[in-house]
């Protein structure tokens, strides 16, 4: 399984970025797909997540009001819509995703539980 993400950029503080994140391969099922984000010096850090079943969405605190996870209409793709961003949410913004259906909500933000990874895309919020 591939994930391509796209969108990051720089932005000032109070601007929205769209990012989006196609899964690709073979023979596959999407049970989850989701966003993680590093900052330099930090640990990877979980920001949404969108359970493809139901469409049930899930974020972190300190996102949450500001960032939009959403489906597209392509299959696999899921976009993150970021609204009044912060300095604070500069990072390098990674989608994630579950194939193997083991993610329960508790282990949402657990980076380990997710099955691929794409390769980041750097989103800078300048103050």
């Known amino acids: 399984v591939q994930l391509q993400a796209s969108g990051g950029g720089l932005v000032q503080a109070g601007g929205s970025l769209r990012l989006s994140c196609a899964a690709s391969?073979?023979?596959?099922?999407?049970?989850?797909m989701g966003w993680f984000r590093q900052a330099p010096g930090k640990e990877r850090e979980f920001v949404a997540a969108?359970?493809?079943?139901?469409?049930?969405?899930h974020y972190a605190d300190s996102v949450k009001g500001r960032f939009i996870i959403s489906r597209d209409n392509a299959k696999n793709t899921v976009s993150l819509q970021m609204n009044s961003l912060k300095p604070e949410d500069t990072a390098v913004y990674y989608c994630a995703i579950d194939t193997s259906s083991r993610i329960i909500l508790s282990a949402i933000r657990i980076p380990s539980m997710w099955d691929y990874w794409g390769q980041g895309t750097l989103v800078t919020v300048s103050s």
């Open positions: 391969g073979r023979s596959f099922s999407v049970h989850h």
């Open positions: 969108l359970r493809f079943s139901g469409g049930s969405t």
